[in-house]
């Protein structure tokens, strides 16, 4: 029910930014629950923000606090993941997902039906 197609991945220096576009389609503002999440090689799908797609309370993981922000475009339907003060340690891949409805388990990738692609997010030191 939920379409969701992610751009703006790409390779920068450490210190740089990046800002990832999830639109989603087929939502409904107050219902529609996106998260962002990475998973680098050797390591588990990590959640790296959270929110409901028209706007409310954001959740951010601890290791990327004060440097990642979501920014909303309700026109439409589009969720950014703004990506600040890039370090080696985020290059992943980064995926969006959704659900219905929040969760108190925002963090976990089982709680979300719909995934987008996938795209790639290097930091070079």
């Known amino acids: 029910q939920v379409q969701l197609v992610e751009s703006g991945g790409g390779s920068v220096q450490a210190g740089g930014s990046l800002r990832l576009a999830c639109a989603v389609y087929?939502?409904?503002?107050?219902?529609?629950?996106v998260g962002w999440f990475r998973q680098a090689p050797g390591k588990e799908r990590e959640g790296v923000a959270a929110?409901?797609?028209?706007?409310?309370?954001?959740y951010y993981a601890d290791s990327v606090k004060g440097r990642f922000t979501i920014v909303q475009d309700n026109a439409k339907n589009v969720m950014y993941l703004q990506m600040n003060s890039l370090k080696p340690e985020d290059t992943a891949m980064y995926y969006c997902?959704?659900?219905?409805?929040?969760?108190?388990?925002?963090?976990?990738?089982?709680?979300?039906?719909?995934w987008g692609q996938g795209t790639q997010v290097t930091v070079s030191s």
């Open positions: 087929g939502s409904t503002y107050g219902t529609a629950y």
């Open positions: 997902a959704a659900r219905f409805g929040y969760t108190v388990r925002w963090q976990y990738a089982d709680q979300y039906m719909y």
């Open positions: 929110s409901y797609l028209g706007g409310g309370d954001t």
